[in-house]
């Protein structure tokens, strides 16, 4: 391999990690316009392993915004990115996958008890095939794979006796 192609595939993989960063700072702001900016003209994400739906980045972020509405502190951390060029569609180079585990902490909308901590955590993995644009690389389809969640207990009443 020349250098030449070693600082392309170099350069590739900051910009594909990077916009992995951008979807997750994007889905925990809000910011749906910038949500949707990251996905090519034919992307598509698939929710539906979490309660969600599957569709165009454009309904996607519209379901997002209502369903987030129950969730006004978010924060999703993607580790364990295991990044291949080329493996989408058998394309060579201008394609990518990454698969990446998540854990997302999330707090309900009013609950006040004066604690910051999360009362809803989630985690699994991620599934992003990638294409390079005239834009750069952006994602052609997002699936989420949710392998837990831990939710809020009822509370009980105690038992008279």
């Known amino acids: 391999m020349t250098q030449r192609v070693e600082l392309a595939t170099v350069m590739d993989r900051f910009a594909v990690d990077g916009l992995v960063t951008e979807y997750a700072v994007a889905v925990d702001d809000g910011d749906w316009e910038a949500y949707r900016r990251l ?6 994400a698939d929710y539906r392993s979490a309660g969600g739906i599957e569709g165009g980045a454009d309904e996607v972020a519209d379901w997002l915004a209502r369903s987030m ?3 006004p502190m978010r924060q999703h951390l993607i580790v364990n990115r295991r990044l291949r060029f080329g493996a989408l569609d058998q394309e060579e180079g201008d394609t990518a996958r990454v698969q990446a585990d998540y854990i997302n902490p999330m707090r309900f909308a009013g609950h006040d ?8 955590v989630c985690g699994g993995r991620y599934a992003f095939g990638l294409v390079r644009t005239d834009l750069g690389w952006q994602l052609r389809e997002v699936v989420v794979q949710e392998k837990w969640r831990r939710a809020p207990q009822p509370s009980q009443e105690p038992t008279a006796t």
């Open 39 to 44: 996905f090519a003209p034919d992307g598509r």
């Open 69 to 71: 509405e129950l969730f």
């Open 113 to 120: 008890s004066g604690s910051t901590a999360p009362d809803f």
